[in-house]
Nanobody, 113 residues
Framework: VQLVESGGGLVQPGGSLRLSCAAS????????MSWYRQAPGKERELVAT????????TYADRVKGRFTISRDNAKNTVYLQMNNLKPEDTAVYYC???????WGQGTQVTVSS
């Protein structure tokens, strides 16, 4: 199982980023996929989750209405579209999924002017 995140970077408050997580080594469409984040000095927290078919997704309250999780099962990829970013969204973002709940290596998102 391998999960590889990309798309992080530095963005100004109010800006947008789209994160991607490319998965391999398992039947991608069969598994729930999630995005987590961890800010410096804080515990890792769940941001969003999407079921295998992509029909149902859930979000942490602090990102509802700003972030959208989606997936393309043909490309074995899950996405996190992040709009109206705030400085408090600064964190390393990780995807998680697969039969053993594997983690990617993370991608840094920094929101700062």
């Amino acid at each position: 199982v391998q999960l590889v995140e990309s798309g992080g970077g530095l963005v100004q408050p109010g800006g947008s980023l789209r994160l991607s997580c490319a998965a391999s080594g398992f039947t991608f469409s069969s598994y729930v996929m999630s995005w987590y984040r961890q800010a410096p000095g804080k515990e890792r927290e769940l941001v969003a989750t999407i079921i295998g078919t992509g029909g149902v997704s859930t979000y942490a309250d602090r990102v509802k209405g700003r972030f959208t999780i989606s997936r393309d099962n043909a490309k074995n990829t899950v996405y996190l579209q992040m709009n109206n970013l705030k400085p408090e969204d600064t964190a390393v973002y990780y995807c998680k999924g697969g039969p053993r709940g594997s983690w990617g290596q993370g991608t840094q998102v920094t929101v700062s002017s």
